[in-house]
């Protein structure tokens, strides 16, 4: 029995249409339960060959170099997937791409290099379908067919279909990938944390957004006594000294409710019971929403060193304390000496650099005989006399300077004030003096006393004993030279020294 032509033509269309919709079910059922993007490229070249009528197809992806590489295949030989890597009418990221078909690859305007290498692999049409992720092109899929091919609507819109669904399930396969890497990442990260605070030499400590302790590395849990188990519960704030309780907790409650670091030092009971000093520097920590975590912190024992320091700073008081007395027993010596009806300009002179060295020494003693600011010095040794503390300028950059640098030029700047009142730019009204200072080269400090606006200068005939303290003590204790130029227009004095400190 023979059916009629048309029902005959239905019954195959419909048997075929049967065929692409059960071979796009099993596509998506393959796609939605693949382990692997390998499983996914599988199933999408059974799709391909399946419902588009070609026996042979592939699937190409962008490296990261953005060139376009096959990942998948079938029926292709390796010179020609060597010969045609690379070629795509698509750039990375192109948007929303449209397929391209070609009937005959013949009929291109390709180069005859691909045409040859498209011919000898025995293919005639081709199909370059894109695939895309968020509407960018991330690569493509192709049909190879042995002969012309027209592609009718019905076929153009499967190939759109598959791709849809291979780029969907590319996509959402990189993502997994990415999320995987970076949770292994994490966990890396989180497991370098532990063995790195297990074995770090200080103790380190988590606490949660309240203060609750959350994690304590090896060297805490030792100090305090505390099973790993018990970090939870463990209080640590009950083991601070009840002197330092109330400074303890308040500047870690505002450095909590604040988010800010704090650095803080405390006594503490250890798990022996005995007393030790704590320095601690703790840091908020945020999640990558931004909110607040709690804080994390290292706390250093400096016991010993707090006691080094309290004696060394005892004995330093100890010693200003005698040099103050040697000063004032020299300064009463002096005073006796000297002792006559009238006034004694030696007497006066001596008692001048007498105090100017109290007053170097003062300054040394409040920064516990560490460097002392230039600036400050000259602004301490020459405010002394009311009359002149508008007509001394002082300019310079940052310089620190060493105790034995700071006494030197302080007895320096001295001298030269003591000239200028007497008979210098500061004897007369309108003269003026500037202190400028300047780095010449590294480790090399110039200072320059220069006066204006005073008396006629004319050089002495004999040097005096502050001219030749400050050109030749003042230069041996400096390891440079010190030189005094008395100009008509005014005495300029050099100072050219060692500065071994940093600014």
Not at 147 to 158: A, G, K, N, S, W
Not at 209 to 216: E, F, K, W
Not at 487 to 500: K, M, N, Q, T
Request: glycine share 8%.
């Amino acid at each position: 029995m023979t059916l009629p032509d048309g029902l005959a033509a239905g019954t195959s269309e419909s048997v075929a249409d049967g065929r692409e919709l059960r071979a796009l079910y099993d596509f998506t059922d393959a796609i939605y339960r693949a382990r692997s993007v390998d499983e996914i490229y599988a199933a999408a070249l059974d799709a391909i060959t399946t419902t588009l009528g070609c026996d042979r197809a592939s699937i190409l992806l962008f490296d990261p170099a953005g060139v376009m590489t096959f990942v998948a295949w079938r029926g292709l030989s390796d010179r020609y997937r060597r010969m045609l890597a690379g070629h795509t009418p698509w750039r990375p990221e192109d948007i929303d791409p449209s397929p391209i078909y070609v009937a005959d690859i013949r009929e291109t305007d390709e180069p005859d290099w691909i045409k040859d290498e498209i011919a000898a692999e025995g293919i005639v049409g081709l199909g370059f379908i894109p695939l895309t992720s968020d509407g960018r092109v991330m690569g493509k899929f192709m049909t190879y067919y042995r002969q012309r091919q027209v592609f009718e609507p019905h076929l153009t819109t499967l190939a759109v279909t598959i791709a849809r669904q291979l780029g969907f399930s590319i996509g959402r396969a990189r993502a997994e990938a990415s999320r995987e890497a970076a949770l292994a990442d994490l966990r890396l990260s989180e497991e370098r944390f532990r063995l790195m605070s297990e074995q770090a030499p200080v103790m380190i400590w988590m606490s949660d957004p309240n203060g609750h302790c959350q994690h304590l590395n090896r060297m805490a849990r030792e100090f305090w006594g505390v099973e790993e188990g018990a970090i939870g519960t463990f209080d640590w704030s009950s083991t601070i000294h009840p002197d330092d309780v109330e400074d303890v907790g308040r500047q870690m409650g505002q450095a909590v409710a604040a988010h800010e670091p704090v650095v803080l030092r405390g006594r503490y009971a250890n798990v022996q019971g005995d007393w030790r000093t704590l320095q601690t520097e703790a840091r908020p920590r945020f999640g990558g929403d931004g909110s607040f975590l709690g804080m994390i912190g290292v706390n250093v024992d400096v016991t010993e060193q707090e006691s080094v320091a309290r004696q060394r700073e005892l004995m330093l008081g100890e010693l200003n304390h005698r040099v103050k007395n040697t000063l004032a027993v020299v300064q009463a010596i002096a005073h006796q000496t000297f002792k006559s009806a009238t006034p004694n300009p030696q007497a006066a002179a001596f008692n001048g650099r007498l105090g100017v060295l109290a007053k170097a020494h003062n300054m040394l003693s409040r920064v516990q005989w560490e460097c002392t600011p230039l600036d400050r010095l000259t602004l301490e040794v020459l405010s002394g006399n009311p009359a002149t503390r508008t007509r001394v300028f002082a300019q310079g950059p940052a310089v620190m300077l060493q105790p034995k640098q700071a006494l030197a030029i302080a007895l320096a700047l001295h001298e030269l004030q003591t000239n200028a009142l007497k008979y210098g730019a500061l004897s007369v009204e309108g003269g003026t003096v500037s202190v400028t200072w300047q780095r010449a080269e590294p480790k090399r400090l110039e200072i320059v006393w220069r006066e204006t606006g005073g008396p006629e200068v004319e050089a002495p005939t004999h040097r005096g004993f502050g001219t030749m303290m400050i050109e030749q003590g003042l230069a041996a204790d400096l390891e440079g030279t010190a030189r005094i130029d008395f100009r008509p227009e005014g005495l300029v004095c050099r100072i050219d020294a060692f500065s071994g400190t940093v600014p």
